[in-house]
């Protein structure tokens, strides 16, 4: 696109950036038409649309997820010397602006605003958009073009600093993470091959201190939710939770399984094992949940260093614990226990108190 605003009134310049954007826009269509034309099933197909959009409060998280991780309070302070360079050269008349890149990033800001939250099978694309205008933004605007000296030298050092001192955290976290993968590994290596696993997690109702700090990013979204699944290349076990679905992945459930398989799946609390107002929220996307005893072999436990928010540290009386690391647990079901015998004294949430969780 043009990189000056006044050659947008200029129709060749405009001619010339429409054969630029169409050439690459046939580049990027080729893949498409050739997965139009070869695959045998298509992201989404089949599904109703089933629209779901951003609640106000939702809107806003949706357009602050361009800059915040797991600290919001660190990535707006980094943040921060950035923005103030900017706005310090806009007031000096001091800042150099691709018009093309800045109109770009406006769309984009646009669609961030009115795309929906999901659609057909895919979650969170509104959330992809935000991201992008902040990098179309960052390439369009050029602060101080024509600062020398110890002035741009303060410019790159301040910028810099703040970059790689947010990207140092991020790695810190995630390489705090691999250690909650590595207690996973741990906790399946007792594991018998083509077990069946139904994988649960203490769901906490506050987030966890800073040395589990990546359990959680941005607003409490928890990043644990497929560490489980771990279980099917280390252990060779089925999980009801891996990403099957149809034109978005090359794995297929077969046979019986697909019974106790969901496309897309997510983790639930383990409270839903001895709570019947629990399950009932659960059951509509975790349908193997019913029978779980007859249809599992083992229960998984992630987080479980935390008690969870509804049973805290309780769980089933039939749930044998075969091994445990601190942040996951493997549990054998005992199958000979008779429902007759299993403790109900659970203090479990009324579905009134559970609203619309």
Known sequence: ??????????RRVLLAGAVRITLAGI???IPIAALLLSASGLPGGGQDVNLAWNSPLLALS????????????????????????????????????HAGLLVSAAFLLVLSMIAPRHAMGTGWISWRFPIMTLLAGAAAICPFPAAVGPT?????????TAVFLRTIIVAALWWQGSQDATAVKRALADLPPHSKVLPVANQSPQRADWRHASRYFFWNQDTIRHLPTLATP??????????????????VVKGDFRDISVAEGNLISVGALSCESLKSVYLPFAPYLANWRQRFDYVLVVNA????????????ADLIKVSGTGFAALYLIDKTVQPSQLDENTQCPSPESLGDE
């Open 1 to 10: 696109m043009p990189r000056h605003f006044l050659d947008f009134t200029n």
């Open 27 to 29: 580049a990027g269509l």
């Open 62 to 97: 949706n357009f602050l997820s361009a800059i915040t991780s797991y600290f919001t309070l660190i990535d707006v302070v980094l943040f921060a010397p950035i923005l103030l360079i900017i706005v310090e050269a806009r007031s000096h008349q001091k800042i150099r602006v």
């Open 152 to 160: 741009r030298r303060w410019l790159v050092a301040t910028a810099a």
């Open 234 to 251: 280390d252990a060779a076990a089925f999980l009801p939770t891996l990403f099957t679905a149809i034109g978005k992945q090359p794995l």
């Open 305 to 316: 260093d935390y008690p969870d928010e509804y049973v805290g540290a309780k769980v089933p």
